[in-house]
């Protein structure tokens, strides 16, 4: 069949993006799902960061690629092999496949499933497959983490996808458990494993920041910290029920975070995929603290830990990649809590797209204007 699509064909690409036009839009063919793959009608997709460093160079992958790894569909055509899905289901994407058999499968860290990420890192399916090809030449156009959500229809891996009941919850917000709330949810609940009462920092506040935010009071935190350079993102903290807001460009933050904290908070959370938001949450972490960064830098950034105070304050440092979820389990769970008034998801969305507007919605992204935008799919 043919799909429309937004192609990424060469990377870095500068913005504004508007004028730049990284993404292409045109009609692209889509092969029929393998035995263990679904054909998914993608009716919400959102725009994330992991994207726009596919775009300017910070994340290089195989291209031409089509973009796009949050969204929450409905399945059209299942496989020959499967046999828990059916046409009608909806589903979320999660990007990172898990086969399951594994070793960090087998241990319960669905986030580094092994085979998941060599597919990833191929730009192909669990299977090996590229199902999507150019209308012309028919050349391959590659998945981008399994997903490819940045059309009107993909077809993914059973590894990539969770049914989910929830026909009442509009699809643009179940596109946001697939990646912002899995990994900024998730960073608190399963890699802090925050517990009621605790100090929770979080730096850095975009969709999975604030994400980390609303996990963080979910998980009992009675301080929770919001960090950022713009003041309408502090102002939006605020609103979610951050009990404090801090300018991350305030000189001399630091000994005010650990002063008004009596030495520092019991989690940080970097979620900016910057080194000095890394290097800040480290500072602000109290003596027998932990601090976590799920933010993705450039591949080429390092960060210098001073080794006695990491011995001496018996400090912890730990990376959380996916929220160390494992999609079948905490993707509903999250959804559990959605519904339960206790993780109010929705207020992060910030905007609708189309996607003809795609291109300047990673403007705004770059730009810090949005918390989370989804492009919505009109299947009318």
């Known amino acids: 069949m043919q799909t429309r699509a937004a192609v990424l064909k ?157 026909d009442d919850i509009p699809f643009e917000e179940l596109a946001l458990f697939g990646c912002a709330v899995q990994t900024g949810v998730g960073a608190v609940l399963n890699t802090c494993r925050v517990q009621p009462g605790q100090s929770v920092a979080i730096i850095g506040l975009g969709g999975v920041g604030m994400a980390a935010l609303l996990g963080a009071l979910a998980a009992g935190a009675t301080e929770v910290l919001a960090i950022d350079l713009a003041e309408d993102k502090l102002a939006f903290a605020r609103e979610l029920g951050a009990t404090r807001c801090y300018n991350a460009g305030e000189e001399g933050l630091v000994e005010r975070i650990r002063a008004e904290t009596g030495g520092g908070v019991d989690h940080a959370v970097e979620l900016a995929g910057a080194v000095p938001a890394f290097q800040l949450a480290y500072a602000i972490t109290r003596r027998g603290g932990q601090t976590v960064t799920a933010g993705l830098a450039p591949p080429s950034a390092e960060f210098k830990l001073p080794a006695v105070n990491l011995v001496a304050d018996e400090r912890t440092v730990k990376g959380s990649y996916m929220g160390s979820c494992v999609p079948q389990r905490d993707i509903p769970r999250f959804i559990r809590m959605y519904r339960a008034g206790i993780l109010p998801v929705d207020k992060l969305l910030t905007g609708r797209l189309t996607l003809d507007q795609i291109n300047e919605g990673f403007d705004w992204l770059d730009r810090g204007e949005a918390i989370r935008q989804v492009v919505v799919f009109d299947h009318g």
């Not at 058999?101 to 241990?107: F, G």
């Open 10 to 166: 060469s990377s870095p690409v500068s913005a504004p993006y508007a004028e730049s036009r990284p993404l292409v839009i045109e009609t692209v063919e889509l092969d029929p799902p393998g035995p263990e793959e679904v054909l998914v009608r993608i009716e919400a997709a959102g725009l994330c960061h992991s994207d726009l460093s596919v775009i300017n160079g910070n994340r290089p992958r195989p291209l031409p690629m089509v973009l796009g790894h949050e969204a929450a569909g409905t399945v059209v055509q299942v496989g020959s092999a499967i046999r828990d899905l059916r046409e009608g289901d909806r589903v979320v994407m999660a990007f990172q496949p898990t086969c399951g058999s594994c070793l960090p499968c087998a241990e319960g860290r669905a986030a580094l499933c092994i085979p998941g990420a060599e597919a990833n890192g191929k730009g192909v399916l669990m299977s090996g497959e590229i199902r999507l090809h150019d209308c012309g030449d028919h050349h391959d156009i590659h998945h981008h983490c399994g997903v490819s959500a940045y059309a009107d229809h993909a077809v993914i891996s059973r590894h990539s996808l969770v049914r989910v009941d929830a």
